[in-house]
């Protein structure tokens, strides 16, 4: 059974940093595309970023070009977004979500989890 | 203002059939695929529709998905309760490098 499972999200200042996982199980992790999506509360889903199986290919959107690193451990199963210089804007649901074909075919999400970015 | 258009809202009563239209661009919708994903309220975002008109196993085929040019559009037939939520439709945009590039969502409300 495929399982992504975030975690890291919290609480954090504005300017702050913050690293979040993805645990990956139930498939071949080297094989696939994995991106980042969030949801700021009560609005609509944003893709973030996403990282090909051997980190060759990254693309970020570009509210967070230049903040956050989107990077992966294949032999930990892992998934990770560094977020720095965070933003009241960045208070969202970040959900880690596996990509069959590389562009946006989400197959298996994650449950998410919450950065709130308040002073 | 996001990249592709859908309606912030749609209704209908129970096994009526509603349809969901998604406009984008040359670069997204009318050069990659078209995907749906169904959000119900409290959960993650589920794969409904991919590759324009393909259905993930378990997805009933009340739903079904069509793409012509630089829209789509999702229709759901035979309408239930159990439907009513957000559902968001989704491309790649080979636009600025490379992104993906989601709709604002569309509410359905099951009257």
Known sequence: EVQLVESGGGLVKPGGSLRLSCAASGFTFNSYTMSWVRQAPGKGLEWVSSISSNSYYIYYADSVKGRFTISRDNAKNSLYLQLNSLRAEDTAVYYCARDVLAKIEFDYWGQGTLVTVSS | ?111
């Open chain 2, 1 to 111: 203002q996001s990249v592709l258009t859908q309606p912030p809202s749609a209704s209908g009563t129970p096994g009526q059939r509603v349809t969901i239209s998604c406009s984008g661009s040359s670069s997204n919708i009318g050069g990659n695929y078209v995907y749906w994903y169904q959000q119900l309220p409290r959960t993650a975002p589920k794969l409904l529709i991919f590759r324009n008109n393909q259905r993930p196993s378990g997805v009933p085929d009340r739903f079904s998905g069509s793409k012509s040019g630089t829209s789509a559009s999702l229709a759901i037939s035979g309408l239930r309760s159990e439907d009513e939520g957000d559902y968001y439709c989704a491309s790649w945009d080979d636009s600025l490098g490379g992104r993906g590039v989601f709709g604002r969502g569309t509410k359905l409300t099951v009257l």
